[in-house]
């Protein structure tokens, strides 16, 4: 008798739904050979800048099989990020949207952990592994196959209904299930905005990003001395960048999250430029004990809020 893939495939959207997921979809675990030249030629360019952990585990990004003992599907899931809510002062150093709550590694894996726990309930003996932007795993690749949206010209994946403010997570499973085929198109058309946007250039063709000139990149995995080439074209962002994302006509969609764990910090949103400027290790970690900034530690913080005001 066959299995009623299309039931387990609805249980776990639905189960996704109820955990708070913007969206779900699934692709049957494969290799990504559309991706595969992409990634090479990006790889052999320079793009990734010190980030070396891109050149590891090249196979394992172009196929979950090799992350996951019998991976049969990759369950892709999307969680809002998006607040209306906004720094007080204006000339404070900014800190990118995703960053104003707790840090999401850690809500989103406490979700994928109930979700896969559900999932075993219902089918029944079913293995995998949850990823949450940590592990080689090409997220904008399985959520454009999973028809969450398409990757636009910013190199970020832009869902028509909701914009493009949201996390990407996947579920690598060993059960086949029913697959979503039908990706989105791509509905970015003739626009350059976020080309035309960006302080450092960093787009350097459509869909192509010099991930090494990205202001996200600049402040937080560079480890070293932000080049001196990139003094006056930070925007003033201390921690990631926005700036592609906010002039996206597709994030007129966006509604806020109702997620408790991204609730603004009201310490951080209330922090004057002053206090950014003098920031001690007690604020850092009052402010930042639970948030994606202490990747950059208070050294970083600081080195980056230096070279924005030399």
């Not at 997220?139 to 999973?146: E, F, L, P, R, T």
């Not at 209904?161 to 299930?177: K, N, P, R, T, W």
């Not at 930070?234 to 997620?259: I, M, R, T």
Request: negative net charge.
């Amino acid at each position: 008798m066959a299995l009623p893939l299309e039931k387990y495939s609805q249980f776990i959207k639905a189960e996704a739904q109820r955990l708070g997921f913007l969206f779900c979809g699934i692709s049957p675990a494969g290799f990504l050979e559309e991706e595969a030249p992409l990634l090479e030629k990006w790889l052999k360019n320079s793009y990734q800048g010190e980030m070396s952990y891109m050149e590891n585990h090249f196979d394992k990004r172009l196929d979950p099989r090799l992350l996951v003992d019998g991976a049969k599907s990759v369950i892709s899931l999307g969680l809002n990020y998006y607040t209306e809510a906004t720094q007080s002062d204006p000339d404070a150093p900014k800190i990118s949207m995703y960053a104003y709550g707790e840090d999401y590694h850690s809500v989103i894996k406490t979700k994928l952990k109930t979700l896969l726990n559900s999932i075993q309930e219902e089918i029944g003996e079913v293995h995998g592994r949850a990823f949450v932007d940590s592990a080689p795993v090409l997220d904008k690749a399985w959520a454009k196959k999973a028809g969450l949206g398409w990757v636009g010209k910013h190199s970020n994946l832009i869902n028509q209904q909701h914009g493009s403010y949201f996390f990407l997570a996947e579920l690598i499973v060993d059960a086949e299930l029913a697959y979503d085929i039908a990706p989105q198109a791509d509905h970015c058309g003739t626009c350059t905005r976020c080309i035309d946007a960006c302080p450092t250039e960093a787009i350097i063709a459509p869909y192509v990003v010099d991930g090494s000139k990205c202001i996200s990149y600049l402040t937080i995995e560079l480890k070293n001395e932000i080049p001196t080439e990139f003094a006056g074209k930070l925007d003033n962002w201390a921690f990631g960048c926005d700036v592609c994302q906010q002039v996206c006509p597709w994030n007129k969609f966006a509604s806020p999250h109702q997620e408790a764990g991204f609730t603004p910090s009201a310490e951080l949103l209330a922090l004057p430029k002053k206090e950014w400027e003098e920031i001690t290790e007690e604020v850092f970690e009052k402010i930042f004990s639970k948030s994606a900034v202490k990747r950059t530690r208070l050294a970083g913080l600081k080195r980056n809020i230096a070279f924005l005001n030399p």
